[in-house]
């Protein structure tokens, strides 16, 4: 096999990303390599290359956790999968397995948690190391292309809306309909909920009706707090923001119900001060949700692999990645753009295109 892979890295934190050969990684015991079919690209990659979170990666790293792709190695004592299986690299890389979080279900927020495309490299690349224990198990009846979005923004909008606790029939509002969001939408309808969507972008609204939304609102021109309330006579019992703008995280509160519950999934850097009164007196719950678990994980899938609900991909090849991050900066992606690596092969005598063959520095992957 090749030795060397094409791979995007960020090297240096808000510079574009670099396309340059790496070495294959070489699993050792527990983990497998996976051979990389599709890579979704989310709007975290964006803030993982700028470093715009507490808690950095460490430079060069190669980002992407909605990762799709063939078992091709196993390192020693894996039992969990074979060769050929086709799975999915997500966010949540590992976790320590035995933790009150771990034991609980709620590996997403184990003290030892890794992450895929951050604390550990990731899908931007044509091979990448998993943790067997942790990968996705796609559904057959999923393409790979399709199934790569599911495993973080279909993930964490359906996580986020049982965060809500809504319960069919009620409202949920949805703040900002992208690549979480336009599927979030989905999900929603498939849970029996009644859906308002809000954005700043008139097209990605058209498509949230399109998607089955039964109100949109457009914060640019209208006021998306009052607009909830009014259509929803009172305020949604559940609210998603996955906006990645504090503005939006203000609005999101204002469109609560009385004793409903706000959940925060957007990552935009900054703070989010919280008009405490209005939180307190009207009953409101706020909460955080970060991906999902396991399980969360196949129930995502499950719905997607069942059609109740389908990602809108944009196919697009990994020499256009910093194109993609800067239209997602834009606001200018609808529904998710995936990385195709089909037809792609490891290095050995094609031609380099924009791949650079030799780094200046020798670099040692996160991993290995
Ligand atoms: P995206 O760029 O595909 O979509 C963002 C959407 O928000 C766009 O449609 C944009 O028009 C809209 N928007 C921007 N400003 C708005 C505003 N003020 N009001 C309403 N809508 C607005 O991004 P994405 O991939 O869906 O990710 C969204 C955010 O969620 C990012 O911050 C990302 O890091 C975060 N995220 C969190 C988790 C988690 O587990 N909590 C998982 C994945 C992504
Ligand atoms: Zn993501
Ligand atoms: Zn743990």
């Not at 470093?51 to 063939?70: D, M, N, Q, V």
């Not at 951050?118 to 009846?141: M, S």
């Not at 359906?158 to 606790?165: A, C, R, V």
Request: charged share 20%; with cysteine.
């Amino acid at each position: 096999m090749a030795r060397t892979m094409h791979a995007a890295v960020v090297e240096i934190f808000g510079k574009p990303l670099v396309l340059r050969e790496w070495d294959i990684p070489v699993p050792g015991r527990g983990q497998i390599l996976v051979k990389t079919e599709a890579c979704g690209v989310c709007h975290t990659d964006l803030h993982a290359a700028r470093g715009e979170w507490p808690r950095k990666p460490t430079l060069p790293f190669i980002p992407g956790h909605e990762a799709i792709g063939l078992v091709v190695a196993l390192g020693s004592g894996v039992i969990q999968v074979k060769e050929g299986d086709r799975v999915g690299v997500p966010w949540l890389f590992s976790a320590c397995g035995h933790c009150e979080h771990c034991l609980g279900g709620w590996e997403t927020v184990c003290e030892e948690a890794q992450f895929g495309g951050y604390t550990r490299n990731g899908g931007f690349a044509e091979y990448l190391l998993a943790d067997p224990r942790y990968v996705a198990h796609v559904p057959a009846a999923l393409s790979a292309q399709e199934a790569a979005p599911i495993i973080c923004a279909g993930l964490t909008g359906y996580k986020g809306i049982k965060e809500t606790q809504a319960k069919p029939g009620q409202w949920l509002a949805i703040s900002g309909a992208g690549g979480l969001g336009h599927l979030a939408i989905q999900y929603a309808k498939a849970m029996g909920l009644k859906v308002c969507v809000v954005d700043i972008d008139e097209g990605k609204l058209a498509q949230a009706t399109h998607l089955g939304a039964d109100h949109v609102v457009n914060a640019k021109t209208d006021d998306p707090s009052s607009a909830v309330r009014q259509v929803t006579g009172g305020g949604a019992h559940g609210v998603l923001i996955t906006a990645p703008s504090i503005t939006a995280f203000h609005q999101g509160l204002g469109m609560t119900r009385k004793h409903g519950t706000c959940v925060l999934v957007g990552l935009p850097p900054g703070e989010f001060p919280v008009p405490l009164f209005d939180l307190v007196a009207n009953c409101v719950t706020l909460r955080g949700s970060f991906v999902g678990n396991r399980q969360d994980m196949a129930e995502a899938l499950a719905f997607a692999a069942e059609g109740k609900l389908r990602a809108e991909i944009e196919l697009q090849p990994l020499t256009a990645i910093n194109d993609i991050l800067e239209r997602l900066e834009q606001g200018q992606v609808k529904g998710r753009v995936v990385i195709d690596f089909h037809g792609e092969s490891p290095r050995s005598d094609r031609t380099r295109g924009p791949f650079q063959a030799h780094p200046s520095a020798p670099i040692t992957p996160l991993h290995g």
